[in-house]
């Protein structure tokens, strides 16, 4: 089947940037997301990008994605430490399919 | 506006014990999803029902099955729990076929414990 592969951990200071990385296996992927996740609460969405595009900004996050590598990832600017949780990186195939999730990278900022 | 509700929060079981875990969404959504969520391993897909009165397996069905009451509720039972199902397990909706871009909307989970 389909895998989605992101790094466990990061740790950053509060102010710097984050690049959270995620590769993926299929080729037909039409939609790649990334979803975040606060203790004990289920996933939001966080952005999602079109696979016929190579990046996405929205205000302190950016989404780059290299199609022929199958390299996705999100950096969020100016990290706060509520910017702290865990972030999945998702994509989907073509038609009617489900989602495939990478495990999740816990973001850690500290003051 | 609710979104996706799940019931119960927490729920202690006894090995051999049965239990149905309730999902509910207010989105009109056609599609629904169960995940378990483990350390280290991520959301695995249990069972998903792409539009009411279908259902099928996900990644990790065994132990488990699923009733697409109607479009709203979409539930999982536990016939017969075993240490192995303790995890946290989330509902999440989405529009559907062909009409979204396949964004999930997630409940708050329902952490589940198998003694």
């Known amino acids: 089947g389909e895998d989605v592969e992101q790094s466990l951990f990061l740790s950053v200071r509060e102010g710097d940037s984050s690049v959270i990385n995620c590769t993926y296996t299929?080729?037909?992927?039409?939609?790649l997301y990334w979803y975040k996740q606060e203790p004990g609460a289920g996933l939001q969405l966080l952005t999602y990008i079109f696979s016929n595009m190579d990046m996405k900004q929205d205000q302190r996050l950016t989404v780059l994605l290299n199609k022929k590598d199958k390299h996705l990832s999100l950096r969020i600017a100016d990290t706060q430490t509520g910017d702290s949780a865990i972030y999945f990186c998702a994509e989907k195939g073509s038609g009617y399919s489900t989602l495939t999730f990478g495990k999740g990278t816990m973001l850690l900022v500290s003051p | 506006n609710a979104g996706v509700t799940q019931t119960p929060k927490f729920q202690v079981l006894k090995t051999g014990q049965s239990m149905t875990l309730q999902c509910a969404q207010d989105?009109?959504?056609?599609?629904m999803y169960w995940y378990r969520q483990d350390p280290g391993m991520g959301l695995r897909l249990i069972y998903y029902?792409?539009?009411?009165?279908?259902?099928d397996k996900g990644e990790v069905p065994n132990g488990y099955n699923v009733s697409r009451l109607n479009k709203r509720e979409f539930s999982l039972r536990l016939e017969s729990a075993a240490p192995s199902q303790t995890s946290v397990y989330f509902c999440?909706?989405?529009?559907?076929?062909?009409?979204?871009?396949?964004?999930?909307?997630f409940g708050e989970g329902s952490r589940l414990t198998v003694l």
């Open positions: 999440a909706s989405s529009p559907g076929p062909g009409v979204d871009t396949g964004e999930l909307f």
């Open positions: 299929d080729s037909s992927s039409t939609y």
């Open positions: 989105m009109n959504h056609n599609s």
């Open positions: 029902s792409a539009s009411e009165g279908t259902t």
